[in-house]
């Protein structure tokens, strides 16, 4: 194997120590605060952050796993009208964020709202003569959730299900059993690790969430954090906040893992495909309003009505105020995609040069930023360089009499620096990807013909990549152009995005407005789901 040059042990080096900072630095300032801070946390609002946090995880797990399991079998082991269409535009919520799909339904079904206002035209009831479900709670905040996220567990158990073949599941009707029992005593259990990964993702999401629990005044670990930071301007109590919130996603994340490990042959595929069985009349439509019903509240409806919002909204998304937010979100993505991509690929060739147990350790370290909320990621990151802006501008205060102010957390580097760490494992699963194009073949010709490590890399490796990377720029991108937290928290004094102008807008309650930029962004979201469904259109 060729030796990787000195620079790109120091890029790879620097790298790894900036996704492990947020971490550290969050271990380090929870630890370093008072531990009176944490007894009041206990005393006051900590039980209450556990139980809601558990509560809401808990129910979007259940509910994505419920939906996501039965439409990828119904799409995958039936054939009934309508399904080559629905088995495509199940992952449409991915295109969606999950906060401004919290907008659209509130407008929607709060009390002013279109369906309240209906249905008390229809009856003639007053606002006390009937019950109807609160949107802003946290059923709301998991019913929000569940249609946005079950795309995660619908694609892992599709393409589980899809792999399996139908030779096993037919043998088992042949031996007498009803297709739920063959499905829940073969299928099953054959997808349960798919499933198991899919649903410890959207715990993961879940756990990262703020801008739907936040507008919903539901009090989670998420928001505590941006509570104790800015309201209360409680940076030990943020710390040892944004510690707990580490400590459960990196569980999660664990659980994952092992469970992507252990069904790691459960995709083999059982035997050959078999024409699906046709469901007719009442089964048939059964199995399309099943399947379609999700689309509807996770993308259709939404959509809809914040295209409607959007008309009312007497704001343009051309105007010199709006496309100021447009060219900050646009700025910043393109920026952290082009960064990520480039960090992904250091780090997938330095592994690639040398593949050890220590540079794959490198690697899977690379992927943990996913695993970190975009709070815990701001804090993790502001503690330490807020303390070194602080400290140069002392010094340069006593010596020369100058004020440096904000030199690292007043621009928009460190906010990029978040993104990198957030999103560098979608980069490297596109590296990935677009690697198995590049055979050890090709690497020995390159050698052969006297190429070097770089100059193959730079002629040979990324013009056979270029698909796959370019597709996780385009990722990357639409991620940013979607997060919430971390931008909200660390963005620079006057420099806001549409996510954050929406954010604002919502919070003011003036939802017309607030479509117009969420609009913008679920557009922009549009572009990835588009090219993942033409992939499933090209085959099974």
């Known amino acids: 194997m060729a030796r990787a040059h000195p620079a790109l042990h120091f890029a790879v080096a620097l790298l790894l120590v900036l996704v492990a900072l947020p971490m550290v630095a969050t271990l380090l300032a929870a630890v370093a605060g008072d531990l009176s801070t944490l007894a009041h946390l206990w005393d006051t609002v900590l039980p209450r952050y556990l139980s809601v946090t558990a509560m809401l995880v808990a129910t979007v797990c259940i509910g994505t796993a419920l939906v996501g399991t039965v439409t990828a079998w119904l799409v995958s082991a039936y054939d009934f009208p309508g399904r080559r269409i629905v088995e495509v535009a199940l992952v449409l919520p991915l295109a969606f964020p999950a906060y401004v799909l919290a907008y659209a339904y509130t407008d929607l079904l709060d009390h002013p709202g279109a369906v309240q206002t209906?249905?008390?035209s229809a009856t003639g009831w007053g606002p006390r003569d009937y019950w109807f479900p609160e949107i802003r709670s946290?059923?709301?905040a998991a019913f929000v959730l569940i249609v946005v996220l079950y795309p995660y567990v619908y694609l892992l158990a599709r393409a589980a299900f899809v792999h399996q073949g139908g030779s096993t599941f037919l043998a088992a009707r042949g031996l007498g059993l009803g297709p739920i029992a063959a499905f829940r005593q073969v299928s099953l259990p054959a997808a349960r690790p798919a499933i198991?990964?899919?649903?410890?993702?959207?715990?993961?999401?879940t756990l990262a969430d703020f801008g739907t629990v936040s507008y919903f005044g539901v009090q989670t670990f998420a928001t505590g954090i941006y509570q104790s930071w800015f309201s209360l301007a409680d940076r030990?109590?943020?710390?040892?906040?944004?510690?707990?919130?580490?400590a459960m996603t990196l569980l999660l994340t664990l659980l994952e893992r092992r469970t992507r490990h252990s069904g790691r042959f459960s995709t083999e595929r059982a035997g050959e495909p078999v024409p699906p069985p046709r469901l007719r009349g009442i089964r048939?439509?059964?199995?399309?309003f099943v399947c379609a019903s999700p689309v509807l509240l996770g993308a259709i409806v939404p959509g809809a009505h914040l295209a409607a919002m959007a008309g009312g909204a007497q704001q343009s998304l051309f105007s010199e105020r709006y496309l100021g937010f447009l060219t900050n979100s646009l700025t910043l993505a393109c920026i952290a995609s082009a960064l990520t991509v480039a960090a992904a690929i250091a780090l997938g060739y330095f592994r690639r040069l040398s593949p050890t147990p220590a540079r794959r350790r490198a690697v899977d370290l690379g992927r943990l930023g996913y695993a970190v909320p975009g709070t815990v990621i701001a804090v993790g990151l502001l503690v330490p360089f807020a303390a070194l802006d602080n400290a140069l501008d002392a010094v340069m205060r006593a010596q020369f009499g100058l004020s440096t102010g904000l030199?690292?957390?007043?621009?928009?580097?460190?906010l990029v620096a978040a993104y990198v760490i957030r999103f560098l494992a979608a980069a490297i699963g596109a590296f990935e990807t677009g690697e198995i194009r590049v055979t050890p073949n090709i690497d020995a010709a390159a050698r052969s013909l006297g190429r070097g490590p770089f100059d193959t890399l730079w002629r040979v490796h990324l013009p056979l990549m270029a698909p796959g990377l370019l597709s996780g720029a385009l990722i990357v991108f639409v991620e940013v152009m979607k997060e919430l937290p971390a931008t909200l928290i660390m963005r620079p004094f006057n420099f806001d995005t549409l996510a954050v102008q929406a954010h604002r807008l919502a919070a003011d309650e003036?939802?017309?407005g607030a479509a117009v930029p969420s609009l913008a962004i679920a557009a922009v979201g549009?572009?990835?789901?588009?090219?993942l469904m033409a992939r499933m259109r090209r085959g099974r």
Do not use: F, H, K, Y
């Open 284 to 288: 048939g439509g059964a199995a399309l």
């Open 407 to 414: 030199l690292v957390t007043g621009t928009i580097w460190l």
């Open 118 to 120: 209906a249905l008390r």
């Open 138 to 140: 946290t059923g709301g």
């Open 196 to 205: 198991a990964a899919g649903t410890l993702l959207v715990g993961m999401e």
């Open 526 to 531: 549009v572009l990835p789901v588009v090219l």
């Open 236 to 246: 030990a109590g943020a710390a040892q906040l944004a510690l707990g919130l580490l």
């Open 510 to 512: 003036r939802l017309n």
